[in-house]
């Protein structure tokens, strides 16, 4: 049965029983599924020199400066978005997968080395690659018919890094089917599971992100480890998947 409280505080426990190596790959995969801090400098110089027309101070150096600045950042503004986007291809996406098998392999009892990590680079990276990026497709796709489809469609491909992180060589197709199957009737759950951290979140914003860091992320990522858990022991008990397919954390 599902059990919202019960994952939460077996995943903080998770979570304060390894808390440094929990904090580190949290902070790591926050980082790196971020936003492109370079389209918000953009932004902030845009506004900046708005901010120098309204006043006068148009013949400032500080004018001058942040007008060149912007001139030199506009034409590499389409590299950082296919920076972004390489980047996000080729390694967030792959150190999600890592990341999922860190969290899962953490317990009150076992300690995981950092070094699983790096389980999404090693395993299959072509097929942990090309799963991952036809799950933020599809994803992508199903949010062009308004917002709902997406969100309701990234929910049901919840358990995919989770999934490539026991068995990265399972085929992209069975992997999102199989998530597909996993989240069906759960995901209603899973979206008040993430609505029960706004509280943490505003308060996350209110310490400039510091609370973030050191609780707020980790907590949120090992309770989600503790949702595929169960996710993936109603799959076994339905014959969804078996052991052949996701082979435990003993497989790699």
Known sequence: MWDRPAFKETGRANFKASYWPFVAVSVLLTLLTGQLLSLNVKDEL???????????????????LTQSALHLLIPLTG???????ALK???????????SRFFLENTTFHTAPFSRVAVGF???????????????????????LFVIPGIVRGYGYFAVPYILSENPNLDHRRVLDLSRQMTMGYKWELFVTDLSFL?????????????????VNPYYYATRAEIYRFLRAKAMEQGITSAGELPGMGSL
Do not use: H
């Open 46 to 64: 845009t506004q900046l020199i708005q901010l120098c027309q309204d006043y006068g101070c148009t013949s400032s150096e500080v004018f001058y």
């Open 122 to 144: 090693t395993g299959n990276y072509g097929n942990v690659v090309l799963t991952q990026f036809l799950r933020n497709l599809y994803t992508f796709l199903w949010s062009l």
């Open 79 to 85: 590299y950082f978005t296919v920076l972004g986007f």
């Open 199 to 215: 509280g943490w979140n505003i308060l996350s914003a209110i310490t400039l992100g510091i609370v973030g860091v050191f609780y």
């Open 89 to 99: 291809l080729l390694v967030t996406n792959p150190y999600e997968v890592g990341a």
